[in-house]
DNA sequence: CGAACCCATTTAGATATGTGGACGCAGTGC
DNA sequence: GCACTGCGTCCACATATCTAAATGGGTTCG
């Protein structure tokens, strides 16, 4: 029960009780709920996490109070999407967070056609070859196709790299405006995966200027030390979302044979974008 | 990282798989919080739909009143684990999802060996591989190697099949006393993929006692038409919850190239189990 | 052995959320 | 054009959750 208090202050706590929130962003939003704010944010630090982590680390980094946490980890347990440890002293993702975030795939009409072009790519050109999607600052990785030797520690289908250091994302960045990338890149110096990732702001609109000129992206060693990358964007939306790339090792990626496999992947592209916009898939 | 199947839990958590539905019973329920419940089965909702579904849907589904599952719905889509179709009428799964949801492959130790060994087993037979956990009553796909001719329909990494209708669940299953196996599955009668998959229990007990004197589970049919599997269980926990399979189109799926497999296989997962064992992993 | 520490759990009061109904809008059928 | 229907949003109260502090069990160290 709440007394009202007097003249002119009808807030119940609404106003004072903002405590771990971004003091910068002006924008209000609509109420979001706490406990599906908390829950979401528990499953992305598990998931960002190597391994299990303990309970005490993950109180440390969320800040929630001990009780709190304990609450939301047992419902999150109940339900199968988080899972402890043999010994039950740490805690990670659970299986069911598996099943029903690659559900993700399955929504997506657009797969089953990348998929099927990986494959006449990937046979034709001899490499392992990826198709992404730009994903806020970041490309997350939808299908991979590869070759002999799987370069796992890259590929895996749901990862995320920096888009500004891979190939596919500098084709997809290379569609937008200068505004719409001022609002997408995180603040410079952009972040660095190997020493030949572009870390100036400048560079990478070069870059990508130059990219618009050739008409597909290139990448050495930008993101994985060994391997180059050249790659094409599907044209079934506007701006483009989505892109196909081939990697090479890095003894291979001669200009000429990136110009040649970037021809085989603008082909093989620029026919799925076909098929998709024939499909209705938007 | 060990999925708990049923018992074996530990202390936190009781199962506590359905909403509060059962007010009658001597409800011990260590306090699930609301929220995240709803919040989870929102996303398990729409992870089990074929696409995206529309919000009057989801509320029928649920049951939920229309603004608390607004409020959700808004919650989600601003963590982007839901995502809208671009004219705003449904919802599905969203990207941040399938990033957290696939860490559950990163965090488990023993999938970079299980995949070098479906390598080294698809190179040997030419046929696709999987490999496979037991969860529940169901066998989740965890790796994936697919040959020329990929069939996805069944072989999506994170996708779940019943176990009774798969090689790689009855090899599993075979593990288990009949009090767990009583505990684990369905009521009777098992649910049917195909018109070959075993719905009666006592067929199946019959077949597991078959596939426990072979030493290695085989099915026709029972789960995809046109496809046989043998799987192999890989004995590095006790009981097993992982096995790898090969599927053969039923063609060439006789009793002789069965038995040729199943040996490919049993070499192979002798070895990779002796490997986990060796590497600690448990 | 005991003190100090860390942790999961419990509790009661302080907050935040859930709920049903009201409202305005848009599409539909008559 | 109008009533009807279904939807998303807003509101205020009833309810559920969150929080901080207390509790009790376990482990570590001197």
């Known amino acids: 029960m709440v007394i009202s208090p007097g003249p002119g202050f009808r807030t119940l706590g609404r106003m004072a009780s903002t405590p771990p929130r971004d003091p910068d962003g002006p924008d209000e939003e609509p109420r979001l709920v706490k406990s599906a704010q908390r829950t979401i944010q528990l499953m992305e630090m598990l998931g960002a996490a190597r391994g299990p982590i303990t309970v005490a680390e993950l ?7 001990r009780s709190s946490l304990h609450q939301l980890l047992h419902t999150l347990i109940a339900m199968g999407w988080v899972e402890q440890t043999p010994d039950g002293s740490a805690v990670g993702v659970g299986s069911r967070a598996l099943l029903c975030g690659t559900a993700y795939l399955d929504r997506d009409p657009a797969l089953p056609y990348a998929i099927r072009t990986l494959e006449l790519i990937g046979d034709a050109t001899g490499y392992t070859t990826h198709y992404a999607r730009l994903d806020g600052a970041n490309v997350m990785y ?7 030797e799987p370069r796992r520690a890259t590929s895996r289908v749901g990862r995320e790299l920096p888009a500004h250091a891979t190939a596919l994302g500098k084709i997809l960045l290379a569609e937008r405006s200068a505004g719409e990338l001022a609002e997408l890149l995180p603040e410079p110096p952009l972040p ?15 870059d990508l200027e130059l990219t618009r000129e050739r008409g597909h992206s290139l990448e050495r060693e930008q993101n994985t ?58």
């Open 59 to 65: 109180r440390e980094r969320t800040g929630y109070p």
């Open 192 to 206: 660095a995966l190997t020493e030949h990732t572009i870390t100036d702001l400048g560079e990478l609109l070069a």
């Open 142 to 148: 939808l299908a991979t196709r590869e070759t002999i």
């Open 225 to 282: 030390p060994g391997l180059g990358c050249v790659a094409v964007a599907v044209s079934y939306r506007i701006p483009a979302t989505d892109a196909i790339s081939c990697s090479l090792p890095i003894d291979a990626a001669t200009d000429e044979e990136l110009e040649r496999v970037a021809g085989v992947i603008h082909e093989h592209a620029a026919k799925l974008a076909a098929r998709l916009r024939a499909e209705g898939i938007r």
